[in-house]
């Protein structure tokens, strides 16, 4: 069976120091992964390869076995493979409505924004109650959940999670843990990127270990949650 | 050791020869006149290189730095009868002090503010000029202007040739004191700032002293050849401050590859003999001079010297030699590489 | 007449012309990051497609005035294809956008020269009524331009505001990065972004053309003030940029009245210098809606 998106032997850099060294990933359909590792070891880097952000060195990306690379981050988008960046920049001087908006309008599916909207809605009320108000004013699980929002109006196929839960407060961060896990059984994939490896180990079915722009270590979530190797993996990792 | 000094010098005593033979190669009149227009536009090249190429300063006010020094040596000699020798060292002062004003907003902005405001000074100059015509003749300019003379030799005699000394003099010292500024602490100092200024600041580098220097600096020269050129063609006008300089001079400087010398003097040679040939033809002069610059940019954006770079690389590369050292008067390789804006950026969440 | 209305009247206009010029300016300063030193050809280059088609082709000047809009909306393209997305993305592209809209300014001019020749010309007025109000009299460019600066602004941040390509124009201003993953194309945003602002300049010339005579460098004075301008009005809102076109128009129309017409400039400058050393982010700082 192959893979609905692969990374084969990705590199990638910036000038003349290299992020990437070979990375190689799969992820198969109806199936979640998890990404972990150091901050500054190429996690960031990888997902700006895939949206098409940044132009790898060498290696390939494929999603239903077509390579993503020449395609620009549009294009990615149209496919389905979206990603949603951390939310704390955001569109500071846009009103929550207005970002939901934009998130729809690269939706090849016209008539897929109404129900869209309303599930983003359901997922997250908040929002709708902060329809008006400018995302710069919203706090920071706010942001997280409209970054998601904005990600889910574009129809994915494949959704990419960027530190969702960065820098939030243990319980605005289980309020998101919750809405990441209803989410993995609504979309056909997902890629979950995070400092907190609980959240990911929980949430995921496989998870990667990426260092020094290379994967050290893959395995089951469930089987490594509980793995004391694991844990000594991200001692001094903070 | 005394190989590195030869190399070092070669190419300046090539350069003082090649400036003292020129002259006996054109004699005629007009042909005189396009080399000494040559010598002129390479040291304004050159100095506005400094700030503009060498420090990476947007200053668009270099036009206006000529203009004040052309205006301000016409009127002193014109008012007082003064000496063109003094006026042309009070031309370099006045020049300077307009460098100051213009500086002012320099203070609090950066990068492409400093290019607007500096712009809007030099519009400026034209309107204070047109203004206060009592002194400056307005747009007629001020006419009849003495000749220079040196103890009983004028410079207007043999075609001009006093001018032509004067001129390769002036090219000669702007380019050696481009040189030495580019090798000296101060210089690096400049680079350092271009390519990242908060870098350089960590490392204790003052922004605003550095770069009021260069500008200072680069502005007293422009005010020499202002000077210089109100007594060769013994006129001064309104289009010392115009459009027309502005693009000849960046045209020269992005054709010869900014920050570079040679490249800027090739630059300056190529520009002027093709204006010379152009003359004739009206508004065609400007079409094709600035074309020059688009072409330039769209085409070869390091200019001559970058492709003498490249060739040298090539062709060092045949020799299986190194070929990193490029010609000894190419400041780009004396100074700190320029990084991609890329590489400062951290790979990964900052 | 009137000095007060005399001067109020004068500003009022100036400050809309301003307006229109220093709009463009803003809207390409906050989302590409550069000036547009060519904005004062654009300005001529509506004038004169403007005066070809009312005097070659016998047109009314508004049809003339909407065909050289038209036909500078084309120009647009062209200019961002070739003088700004060459450059912006390499490494100091502002100097390089910046020299290279100096350099069609002189190119442009010249072929302005050798296209419509050097003799002085007018674009007819757009209306040849006049109002007199308190003593002075408003001839109809002016009034047409009193009216149409505000409008033109408005629509424009409403366009901004509400729909697709302005939201996509904010938000690439806002986050480039995030603004590309939603599928944002910065290319389209761009042209849509100097097309607007030379469609605001040829109007802006088609006006001047109609109370001054026309000259090839007739841009080059509206583009100084605006200029000013956006050191005075800041970049962030269109709103404080038209703000700022009508306080610089007033104060030139002051200064005029009471020093002359050359000290004028140099005060304004002094002015500007002043500002930008005290707040260099503009005297009237706001955020955009």
């Not at chain 1, 960031?44 to 290696?59: D, I, K, Q």
């Amino acid at each position: 069976m192959t893979a609905m998106l692969s990374v084969e032997g990705l590199h990638a850099g910036y000038g003349r120091s290299s992020v990437l060294r070979g990375i190689d990933l799969h992820l198969d359909e109806g199936e979640a992964i998890g990404l972990l590792g150091p901050n500054g070891h190429g996690k960031t880097t990888l997902l700006r390869c895939v949206s098409g952000l940044h132009r790898p060195t060498a290696g390939d990306i494929r999603f239903q076995g077509a390579s993503l690379l020449p395609l620009s981050p549009r294009a990615v988008l149209r496919r389905g493979v979206v990603q949603v960046p951390q939310g704390s920049r955001l569109f500071p001087r846009m009103t929550v409505a207005d970002c939901l908006r934009l998130g729809g309008a690269a939706n090849p599916d016209r008539s897929a924004r109404r129900p869209l909207l309303d599930e983003v809605f359901g997922l997250f009320p908040k929002l709708q109650q902060r329809s008006a108000q400018l995302a710069g004013t919203l706090s920071g699980g706010e942001r997280q959940m409209l970054s998601i929002g904005i990600g889910l109006m574009a129809g994915p196929r494949v959704l990419i999670l960027d530190e969702p839960t960065l820098g939030l407060a243990p319980k605005v961060k289980h309020e998101l843990a919750d809405a990441i896990r209803q989410l993995r059984g609504r979309l056909e994939a997902l890629v979950l990127v995070d400092g907190d490896m609980d959240l990911v180990l929980r949430a995921t079915d496989r998870f990667y270990v990426v260092e020094s722009g290379q994967v050290v270590q893959t395995g089951d979530s469930v089987a490594g949650a509980d793995s004391a190797r694991m844990m000594s993996l991200f001692l001094g990792d903070v | 050791m005394a190989i590195r000094v030869l190399r070092l010098l070669l190419p300046w005593v090539v350069f003082a020869v090649v400036l003292a033979v020129l002259p006996g190669m054109f004699t005629s009149a007009h042909s005189r006149l396009v080399l000494i227009q040559a010598l002129l536009y390479g040291v304004l090249a050159v100095s506005w290189n400094l700030t503009l190429g060498l420090a990476g300063i947007f200053n668009f006010a270099q036009i206006a730095f000529f203009g004040v020094g052309a205006y301000s040596s016409a009127i002193l000699v014109d008012r007082t009868g003064m000496s063109p020798w003094l006026a042309m060292a009070l031309a370099a002062v006045s020049a300077a002090l307009s460098a100051c004003v213009a500086f002012l907003p320099v203070l609090r902005l950066r990068g492409i503010y400093v290019g607007l405001a500096t712009y809007v000074f030099s519009q400026l100059c034209i309107y204070l000029v047109l203004g206060q015509s009592d002194l400056t003749g307005g747009s007629n300019g001020i006419v009849g202007l003495p000749d220079m003379t040196l103890g009983p030799v004028n410079f207007y005699d043999h075609n001009r040739y006093g001018y032509y000394c004067l001129g390769a003099v002036l090219l000669f010292a702007v380019c050696a004191v481009f040189l030495a500024i580019s090798r000296s602490r101060f210089g690096l100092s400049l680079v350092a700032l271009r390519n990242n200024e908060q870098l350089a600041a960590s490392r204790g580098i003052r922004r605003t002293r550095q770069q009021f220097l260069a500008f200072v600096i680069g502005a007293a020269a422009a005010g020499v050849a202002g000077s210089y050129n109100a007594f060769l063609n013994s006129v001064v006008s309104t289009d010392v401050f115009g459009f027309g300089y502005l693009t000849i001079l960046l045209s020269m400087i992005f054709l010869g590859g900014r920050s570079s010398i040679p490249g800027t003097v090739v630059g300056a040679v190529v520009i002027t003999v093709l204006n010379d040939r152009l003359s004739g033809t009206g508004a065609w002069q400007q079409v094709v001079t600035s074309a020059i610059i688009l072409v330039v940019l769209w085409v070869f954006p390091e200019g001559l010297a970058g492709a003498g770079r490249l060739l040298w690389r090539r062709v060092a590369a045949m020799r299986g030699r190194d070929g990193t050292g490029g010609s000894p008067t190419d400041t780009t390789a004396a100074a700190v590489p320029l990084e991609p804006a890329a590489a400062h950026r951290p790979a990964d969440h900052a | 007449m009137d000095a007060f209305a005399a001067i109020l009247l004068s500003g009022l206009v100036l400050g809309s012309l301003y307006g229109l010029m220093a709009s463009g300016l803003s809207l390409m300063w906050s989302t590409l990051g550069v000036f547009n030193f060519g904005h004062g050809v654009l300005l001529a280059l509506g004038a004169y497609f403007a005066w070809t088609f009312t005097e070659q082709l016998d047109l009314p000047v508004a049809l003339a005035a909407v065909l050289a809009v038209v036909v500078l909306a084309v120009v647009g393209v062209v200019y961002e294809i070739a003088l700004v997305r060459p450059f912006i993305r390499r490494e100091n592209g502002a100097m390089l956008v910046m020299v290279a809209t100096l350099a069609v300014t002189a190119l442009v001019q010249s072929v302005i020269q050798l296209l419509w020749g050097p003799q002085l010309r007018r674009v007819p007025q757009f209306t040849s009524a006049s109002v007199s109000l308190s003593g002075a009299t408003v001839s109809g460019n002016q009034l047409v331009a009193l009216v149409a600066a505000p409008v033109l602004v408005g629509a424009l941040f409403l366009v901004l505001k509400r729909s697709p390509i302005g939201i996509a124009v904010r938000a690439l201003e806002q986050n480039r990065d995030h603004a590309r993953l939603v599928g944002i194309r910065p290319a389209a945003v761009y042209v849509f972004v100097v097309v607007i602002a030379c469609v605001l300049a040829a109007f802006a010339g088609v006006l001047l053309a109609g109370i001054q005579f026309m000259t090839p460098t007739m841009g080059d004075d509206p583009l100084l003030r605006a200029f000013v301008v956006l050191a005075f009005g800041g970049t962030a809102s269109l709103g404080g940029t038209l703000a700022g076109a009508y306080l610089i128009g007033l104060l030139e129309a002051a200064t005029t009245y009471f020093f002359g017409l050359s000290w004028s400039p140099v005060l304004l400058f002094l002015a500007m210098i002043v500002v930008l050393l005290l707040r260099p982010e503009g005297l009237i700082r706001q955020r955009t809606a």
